[in-house]
């Protein structure tokens, strides 16, 4: 029987139950998608590497914990890991990639002043760490929707790969995270604009 034709839920089987090789299956299979995705969102090879690698390490612990049960949907799984590793990686590093604004997140706007000066600069950085923290506050549905298409450029097509939702789930979900965060504004009377 080819390897193309053994369905991913029965390679993490065999792979759980001692099979070394199903694994090497898995990544052979979908590395392309994984890495393609992780570059797309990074730009860097040797850091689109390491991701790369912390991924399956990360699947490979999940897995011989006996922790995984995505019921067959392996590749959604892996790239939700890939995801939030590059999430990680954003906030280590301070660099959450803002997202070009449209009207509907004219409250973003104030960050895209390419000619800040040090007063504005401070306000826009107090405006980020405000704004960060009212997204904190959103219910983790509607925040890790708001994050994915804001600060990682990801279309609604992706996060409803990787959230496992469908795509009018998630743009409602980012529906109510603006509505709440508008709501969370106009409560505290914040001014988002200098």
Not at 36 to 54: T, V
Not at 63 to 88: C, Q, T
């Amino acid at each position: 029987m080819a390897n193309v034709l053994i369905p991913d839920a029965l390679l993490v089987k065999n792979y759980v139950a001692g099979d070394e090789t199903a694994l090497a299956t898995l990544i052979n299979r979908h590395q392309s998608k994984i890495y393609g995705f992780i570059y797309s969102k990074i730009s860097d090879r040797d850091l689109s590497d390491d991701i790369f690698q912390d991924t399956f390490i990360k699947v490979i612990k999940t897995l011989k914990s006996n922790s995984y049960n995505e019921e067959g949907k392996f590749l959604p799984w892996v790239m939700r890991i890939a995801h939030n590793l590059i999430i990680d990686h954003f906030r280590r590093n301070k660099k959450m990639p803002m997202y070009r604004e449209t009207e509907e997140f004219s409250i973003f706007s104030i960050m895209t002043d390419n000619s800040l000066t040090v007063e504005n600069q401070m306000i826009t950085e107090q405006v980020e760490k405000d704004l960060k923290k009212l997204i904190e506050e959103l219910p983790q549905d509607q925040k890790e929707v708001l994050v994915m298409r804001i600060y990682q450029d990801l279309s609604f097509k992706e996060i409803s790969e990787l959230t496992g939702v469908s795509i009018n789930t998630a743009l409602g979900r980012m529906r109510y995270a603006l509505m709440n965060l508008r709501k969370v504004i106009e409560k505290h009377q914040i001014i988002l604009t200098n």
